[in-house]
Nanobody, 124 residues
Framework: QVQLVESGGGLVQAGGSMRLSCVASGRTFTFYAMAWFRQAPGEEREFVAAIDRSAGTTDYADSVKGRFTISRDNAKNTVYLQMNSLKPEDTGVYSC?????????????????WGQGTQVTVSS
């Protein structure tokens, strides 16, 4: 089993940038495909970005393509989400997720392990 802890959230003005980090512990990080999801108040959980275990493949929600970048540092057991040109509609709780596979894609049901989430608020 893996434990996931996110950090880096906070308040930012529209147009600004923020980088989220998710540190994994408990098992070999390279076993896991990783992803970021977000949930706004009153909304369903939404896929943001995913990365395979070797960092060779990524995928993004259409709403964040060209603005967000997912990456991972396997030596540091960490996955990142770099968010640029932030918009008020990016506000929500961002959670990282993991699953034992080379690639798991965008379906949240594919990921059995979740962090507690970090709040991102973008003001207009």
């Amino acid at each position: 089993q893996v434990q996931l802890v996110e950090s880096g959230g906070g308040l930012v003005q529209a147009g600004g940038s923020m980088r989220l980090s998710c540190v994994a512990s408990g098992r070999t990080f390279t076993f896991y495909a990783m992803a970021w999801f977000r949930q706004a108040p009153g909304e369903e959980r939404e896929f943001v970005a995913a990365i395979d275990r070797s960092a060779g493949t990524t995928d993004y929600a259409d709403s964040v393509k060209g603005r967000f970048t997912i990456s991972r540092d396997n030596a540091k057991n960490t996955v990142y989400l770099q968010m640029n040109s932030l918009k008020p509609e990016d506000t929500g709780v961002y959670s990282c997720a993991a699953g034992v596979a080379a690639w798991l894609g965008s379906a949240y049901r594919n990921y059995p392990y979740w962090g507690q989430g970090t709040q991102v608020t973008v003001s207009s």
